[in-house]
């Protein structure tokens, strides 16, 4: 009985992702799905399943929810989807969307756009040396500090040793790490984090030492 079925917050049909999903499933019940927080946090966003396609985006683009669609991962991103809805997208959301087709033409295209923090906590940009150094005034170096594809290096942890944030850069298994660099670094680092990080050289030796 449709009565009986919870619609209306987290944890329910909304978001369940093991439904038939369809266009037929949605517009039967068009009026009942929670459009806000489920589908938006926890429902299509994660589905595989989901029909998504412009043209059911386009059908229902007075309904959703920006800030969850804007997070979702499992959308036909494109150059032309991200234009066709330029002006509802959060791009705090887009900036640190996994899914989107990165490479170095789609940030310039957007670059006063991009929430610059959350892009610099992406892990799915094309992170190379060019990428770094065309946008180094833009990039929050926090985020940086902790992003484990960052192309880390001996030398580039040397090169922007002032401008990291060394409580990440302890907990980050991306590092080269090596005894040298953590001796080098002895005075910088976060000791709490170094001890619970899983990509130090780990041996008794580093631990007397």
Avoid at 9 to 30: F, M, Q
Avoid at 100 to 124: A, G, M, Q, V
């Amino acid at each position: 009985h449709d009565g009986m079925w919870k619609w209306d917050r987290r944890g329910t049909l909304s978001d369940n992702p093991s439904l038939p999903w369809s266009i037929d499933l949605i517009e039967r019940y068009v009026d009942l799905w929670n459009w806000e927080r489920g589908w938006a946090n926890d429902g299509p966003h994660d589905n595989p399943s989901f029909p998504w396609s412009v043209d059911v985006i386009d059908r229902y683009v007075n309904r959703w929810d920006w800030g969850g669609l804007s997070r979702n991962t499992g959308l036909p991103w494109s150059v032309e989807l991200i234009d066709r809805y330029a002006s509802r997208w959060h791009w705090d959301g887009l900036s640190d969307n996994v899914g989107l087709p990165w490479c170095i033409k789609l940030i310039e295209r957007y670059s006063d756009k991009w929430d610059w923090t959350w892009l610099s906590h992406n892990i799915n940009l094309p992170w190379d040396t060019v990428l770094i150094e065309r946008f180094a005034d833009r990039w929050d170096w926090e985020q940086l500090s902790w992003n484990p594809s960052f192309p880390w290096t001996v030398d580039r942890i040397a090169c922007h040793a002032n401008q990291w944030n060394w409580v990440y850069p302890s907990e980050n298994p991306g590092l080269p790490w090596s005894l040298d660099l953590i001796e080098h670094y002895a005075e910088q680092w976060d000791w709490g984090g170094l001890s619970t990080n899983p990509g130090l050289p780990w041996s008794i030796k580093l631990i007397e030492r």
